[in-house]
């Protein structure tokens, strides 16, 4: 059984910093490209980074570059996002995705339950 677990998220004040995790079990990590998307409060979900399957390659939403860092730890089955900078527009549900697909418009198979991030200006 596939699980997807989030963590890291919480209240910071504008200007600073979270690190987002992302544990995956039951499947084999690097088979997938991994993901990070958000979904603020009467928005739709939108994707915010993504990472291929060693990390050669990521892609941000032109808002959150030069801000967020996405990466990768194979052996240890976790992705990250580092958010400096942050933001009260970054406020959102995060979500994790694993898929066989690198890209934010690919299809992704396994989703986590969201971690909050809250920015207070």
């Known amino acids: 059984q596939v699980q997807v677990v989030e963590s ?17 079990s039951g499947l084999t990590f690097d088979d997938y490209a ?4 958000r979904q603020a409060p009467g928005k739709e979900r ?6 291929s399957w060693e990390g050669e390659y990521t892609y941000y939403k032109d808002s959150v570059k030069g801000r967020f860092t996405i990466s990768r730890d194979n052996a240890k089955n976790t992705l ?12 959102a549900m995060y979500y994790c995705a694993a898929g066989p697909y690198y890209g934010l418009r690919s299809e992704y198979n ?4 969201g971690t909050q991030v809250t920015v207070s200006s």
């Open 46 to 51: 939108e994707g915010v980074s993504c990472i």
């Open 8 to 24: 890291g998220g919480g209240l910071v004040q504008a200007g600073g910093s979270l690190r987002l995790s992302c544990t995956a």
């Open 110 to 113: 396994y989703w986590g339950q």
């Open 80 to 91: 990250y996002l580092q958010m400096n900078s942050l933001k009260p527009e970054d406020t």
């Open 34 to 37: 991994m993901a990070w998307f």
